[in-house]
């Protein structure tokens, strides 16, 4: 399974030209099931909340549209919050860090846009 970060999500959506062909065949292939987490909803309804650029997105609209797309949502788990303790500080977004925790937890890689990401190793591929 292969879980898309917040910044993927949202191109593959609003605007799947600035994917890059990478992204775009991954989720075009469909060759692994591809997953969003509640992180991104939460992030998302956050950020529209601040009236951030590019964040003007009905959250629950945007999980209608990935559920009927055939993602997979993932729930945050205990776990995934216990494992934000032993996540080293190479990023401090925490939406990322919750996302790269997920991933670290569950056994399935993240697909990002944001190359400094990477350096969370096997979990993270970028795209």
């Known amino acids: 399974m292969l879980l898309l970060d917040t910044q ?25 099931p591809l997953a969003f987490s509640d992180v991104t909803l939460w992030e998302v309804s956050l950020k529209t909340s601040l009236g951030r650029p590019g964040f003007d ?29 032993h996540l080293p500080w190479v990023h401090r977004d925490p939406f990322d ?16 846009a944001d190359a400094t990401l990477k350096r969370y190793g096997h979990a993270v591929r970028k795209v």
Do not use: C, N, Y
Not at 8 to 32: D, K, T
Not at 58 to 80: C, N, S, V, W, Y
Not at 97 to 112: F, K, N, P, S
């Open 97 to 112: 860090r919750m996302l790269i925790a997920q991933a670290q937890t569950e056994g399935i890689v993240l697909m990002t």
């Open 57 to 85: 997105v009905d959250a629950r609209q945007l999980q209608t549209a990935l559920l009927a797309e055939g993602l997979e949502e993932m729930a945050i788990k205990p776990l995934h919050l216990f494992a934000l303790a």
């Open 8 to 32: 993927l999500v949202l191109w593959m959506v609003l605007a799947p030209e600035r994917l890059s062909r990478a992204a775009r065949r991954l989720i075009e292939a469909r060759s692994q």
